[in-house]
């Protein structure tokens, strides 16, 4: 199992191009789609909403919204990643329910409270919300590649003009980023990463 697990990494690669007469069945997509919602997330609240764009117009508008990058118009389907603001205040509704899930005994959970609204207060917090929707953007990926489905994470954008196409509140939510889906039209081009002991280190 080790050896499909890095078979499915290596597979895996920014794909710049799609084939647009191929789509990802229904099985495949939701596979990868849970991949993102088993996601660990900081203090397991559960950062993103994803939003799958299917159509072809808004698939052009997303598009323009990120310099004109092919990926958007040619896969299968593209997820956009929103990041929650507002939803992540220290008492709100959702902070409250997801606590309650985890906390367990009331002293513990007046504990979480105390320590999530300091941590709150001294943070970045769409920084801190977009970041943790990158490790269920990544899931998500290596899911599609376990499965033979390509993707290419994409963050050069406009959050602005993305927002304004999908629709999104500003206070509500931020735009982590967008990962187009399919299935690769050109050959894979060679892997190229540094060797392990030139990044790990053992102390």
């Not at 920084?127 to 490790?135: A, D």
């Not at 735009?175 to 299935?183: C, T, W």
């Not at 050109?186 to 053992?202: G, S």
Request: aromatic share 12%; hydrophobic share 45%.
């Amino acid at each position: 199992m080790k050896e499909d697990f890095l078979k499915a990494m290596q597979f895996r690669h920014a794909c710049k191009v799609f084939d647009e007469g191929k789509k990802i069945p229904e099985e495949h997509l939701r596979f990868i789609l849970e991949a993102g919602r088993l996601s660990p997330s900081s203090f397991g609240l559960e950062h993103w909403r994803f939003i799958v764009v299917r159509t072809q117009e808004l698939k052009e508008r997303l598009k323009e919204a990120c310099f004109n990058q092919v990926q958007l118009t040619t896969c299968s389907d593209a997820v956009a990643i929103a990041a929650k603001v507002e939803d992540l205040r220290p008492g709100s509704e959702y902070v409250e329910a997801r606590f309650a899930c985890h906390a367990g005994r009331p002293d513990v959970l007046a504990w979480v409270r105390k320590f999530y609204a300091d941590f709150y207060s001294g943070i970045d917090v769409r920084q801190w919300s977009i970041t943790q929707c990158h490790i269920a953007a990544a899931n998500m990926m290596t899911a599609a590649a376990f499965v033979g489905i390509d993707s290419c994470p994409i963050g050069g954008l406009s959050a602005p003009k993305v927002m304004e196409a999908l629709g999104l509140d500003h206070a509500k939510y931020d735009v982590a980023l967008i990962v187009p889906f399919g299935y690769r039209l050109n050959p894979q081009p060679p892997k190229y990463r540094l060797a392990f002991d030139d990044i790990v280190e053992f102390r």
